[in-house]
C-alpha cells in the first residue's frame, strides 16, 4: 500500500494539524498509567518540529458521548507530552472556536500545542463537516498518525481531509500499515495465529480473511471457551459468548476442510472466583468441571502452545490466554508472550490486553511489532478499507 508520508512534504513555517491516539488510561488522581500511545507519535512530532512547523496535535480520550467531562480531559496528556519532548506544549481548552485559535494564533514555528478532547463535541464523532471545517481552518495541512482510530470516519479523521488537501501519514501509520501488511502479503510460513480475550464476533472476518494465510491457529480465553462448547464439552461456569457458538462451529468445518492445524488448550486453570482470594487447581483434560471457571491455560496447554510457537517464521498474537491481571492466573499469557519474544518469528501483537500482556513480561523489546490499535488492526487484518488510511493513499 503506497501511502503519502510526512517526509513526502516541506513543513518549514507550516501550522500542522496533527491527529494523534492520546486515548491513554488515567487513574482516580488523573495520573497518566501508560504512556505507550504518547511516545507512539514522538517520532513524527519530533520531525516536524524539526522540520520548523507548529505542531497542532488533537485526539481523544475516553467515551464523553459529545460533552465537557473533567476526568477525560487531556490536560494531563500536555503535562506529559511536555515532560517527553522537552518542550512547553501549550493546551488549548477547546479544539475549536476562539479558545483554540488563540492559541494557534500565538504560536511560533517550534512551538506545539494540545487541543482539548476531540469527543467533547458530538460533530467529531457524527463527521459533522462543519465541525471539521473549524478543525481545518486552524492550519496548513494535515498529518494523521492515529492509527488506533483510522477505522472510524469521524471529523478529525476524514472530514477534514476535505478541506486540508495538504495531507500525509506520520511515521506510526506508515509503520502500522508495513506491519500489518506483511501479515497479509506473503508472510514466511508457518504462520501462527494466537486469539485470545472475549469476543469470536469481533475476530471472525480475520480468522476468515487469514484461513488462506495461516498454518496453525492456538486459542486462550474466552475465546477457547466458546470454540470448546461449539464441540459439546464442558466448559463449567467459564464465560462463553453463546451467540458466536454457531460462528465458531463453522470456523472449525472450515479448518477441517483446510486441513489446518488448530488447538484448543489440553488443560485449565479453574476457579470457583475470579478473585485474588479464589480457590483453584488445574485440570487434567480440557474440558471445565461443572461449578468451576477456567481462568488460564494449563502446563500441557503451554508445552503444546510453545512448541507452535517455536516452529513459527510468522506469528500474529490478539488476547490473553486468561485473567492475566490476577497473578495466580497469569503464566499462561505470561509463558506465550515470552515464547514469541524468544523466537525470531516475525511477530506482531495487537490489542491493549494482549499489549499489556508482553509490557508485564518485559519482553516488549523483542517483538517485531506492537500495534497500537487493536480494532484497527483486526479490521485492517479482515482486509476491510480503513477510512483514515484510504485518504492518505498516494
Known amino acids: 500500500m503506497e501511502l503519502i508520508t510526512v517526509k513526502d512534504k516541506d513543513y518549514s513555517g507550516k501550522r500542522v494539524f496533527v491527529r494523534v ?26 520531525y516536524l518540529l524539526s522540520q520548523n512547523a507548529i505542531v497542532i496535535c488533537s485526539s481523544h480520550l475516553g467515551r464523553p458521548k459529545g460533552k465537557p467531562v473533567l476526568e477525560m480531559s ?42 482539548e478532547n476531540l ?13 471539521a471545517k473549524e478543525l481545518a481552518g486552524l ?10 482510530s483510522s477505522h472510524r470516519a469521524h471529523a478529525s479523521i476524514v472530514g477534514i481531509t476535505k478541506f486540508l488537501q495538504d495531507k500525509a501519514a506520520g511515521f506510526l501509520i506508515e509503520k502500522e500499515v508495513n506491519a500489518l501488511s506483511k501479515l497479509l502479503e506473503n508472510p514466511e510460513r508457518p504462520f501462527l495465529l494466537i486469539i485470545g480475550g472475549a469476543k469470536v464476533a469481533d475476530k471472525i472476518g480475520m480468522i476468515r480473511n487469514l484461513l488462506d494465510r495461516v498454518d496453525t491457529i492456538i486459542t486462550g480465553g474466552v475465546m477457547a471457551y466458546t470454540f470448546i462448547r461449539a464441540n459439546n464439552w464442558e466448559t463449567g ?12 462451529k463453522e470456523i472449525y468445518k472450515e479448518l477441517r476442510k483446510r486441513h489446518l492445524e488448530f488447538h484448543t488448550p489440553l488443560d485449565h486453570v479453574v476457579a470457583d472466583k475470579i478473585a485474588e482470594d479464589a480457590h483453584y487447581f488445574t485440570t487434567e483434560r480440557g474440558t471445565v468441571p461443572i461449578g468451576w471457571t477456567g481462568v488460564d491455560i494449563g502446563p500441557q496447554a503451554i508445552e503444546e502452545y ?21 497473578e495466580a492466573f497469569a503464566k499462561g499469557t505470561i509463558e506465550i508472550a515470552k515464547a514469541i519474544a524468544a523466537t525470531n518469528a516475525f511477530s506482531v501483537v495487537g490489542g491493549g490486553d494482549s499489549i499489556a500482556a508482553i509490557n508485564k513480561a518485559g519482553v516488549a523489546d523483542k517483538i517485531s511489532h506492537i500495534c497500537t490499535g487493536g480494532g484497527a488492526s483486526l479490521e485492517f487484518l479482515e482486509g476491510k478499507g480503513l477510512p483514515g488510511i484510504d485518504v492518505l493513499k498516494k
Not at 491516539?21 to 519530533?46: E, G, M, Q, Y
Not at 488549548?92 to 517550534?110: F, H, L, Q, Y
Not at 492550519?139 to 488506533?148: I, Q, R, S
Request: proline share 5%.
Open 139 to 148: 492550519a496548513d495541512c494535515y498529518v494523521n498518525d492515529a492509527f488506533g
Open 306 to 326: 510453545v512448541d507452535c510457537i517455536r516452529r513459527a517464521r510468522t506469528i500474529f498474537w490478539n488476547g490473553p490466554m486468561g485473567v492475566f491481571e490476577i
Open 21 to 46: 491516539d492520546f486515548n491513554v488510561p488515567l487513574d482516580k488522581n488523573l495520573n497518566i498509567t501508560d504512556d505507550t500511545r504518547i511516545r507512539a507519535s514522538l517520532d513524527t512530532i519530533n
Open 237 to 248: 461456569n467459564s464465560k462463553v459468548e453463546i451467540d458466536a457458538i454457531p460462528l465458531a
Open 119 to 131: 469527543r467533547f463535541h458530538p460533530e467529531e464523532e457524527e463527521n459533522d463537516e462543519t465541525f
Open 74 to 115: 487531556l490536560e494531563p496528556v500536555a503535562k506529559r507530552l511536555s515532560e517527553l519532548t522537552g518542550k512547553q506544549v501549550k493546551f488549548a481548552k477547546d479544539c475549536i472556536g476562539t479558545e483554540a485559535k488563540k492559541v494557534v494564533d500565538s504560536a511560533k514555528p517550534g512551538d506545539i500545542i494540545l487541543l
